[in-house]
């Protein structure tokens, strides 16, 4: 749960995994066939890290490819989720959505699987829009989509890179638990 306060904010933003629920998904297993994918294209994506590879991907016109590999997991992953502590705090706020770096469909199914979708008046994930986190256009967007201000809003996340995402898009952030778990 998150340990501050939020009810100064009118809009509450929430990441996804880490934050609301954590996606049973094997990266690496996720990288391997990424990295496989981009082999048989004859495009040497050894050593690149999965956030990587999606640049990887744009560059060599393979973004259709390697984001089917990471939605098609991250989907699985999402029906197989663990609910965390921060999701019974979901519905309490007058307007709330969800900004994440999984796919929009991934969001989706995670929200319908722990009964959380009736609470998120928004939802973007990395597909949704042109860029991705830390880039702050998908937070905007979510914003956007909430009818909410920037100034109003808060954004709850897990990773130094929801914290980064928050500090561009000018909206006030919070960690959940007691600091950030990653990037």
Known sequence: MPTCDL??????????DGTLVHLDVDWGAVAT???????????????????GMLDLADESDMREDIEAILSAHEREG??????????DT????????V????CEAACHVALDTHDLA??????????SVETRKPDPEPLLETLRRMDAAPDDAVFVG???RDKLTAERAGV???????GPSGV
């Open 90 to 97: 979901m519905g309490t706020f007058e307007v709330e959505g």
């Open 78 to 87: 999402a029906r197989r989720s663990k609910r965390l502590a921060c999701a």
């Open 158 to 160: 897990d990773s130094r």
């Open 7 to 16: 009810a100064p904010f009118d809009a509450v933003v929430w990441d996804l």
């Open 99 to 102: 900004c994440s770096l999984n």
């Open 33 to 51: 066939e990424a990295e496989a994918t981009f082999r048989a294209a004859g495009i040497d994506a050894d050593g690149t890290d999965l956030w």
């Open 118 to 127: 009736g609470h998120a008046d928004a939802v973007v994930g990395r597909d």
């Open 172 to 178: 006030a952030f919070r960690y959940v638990g007691d």
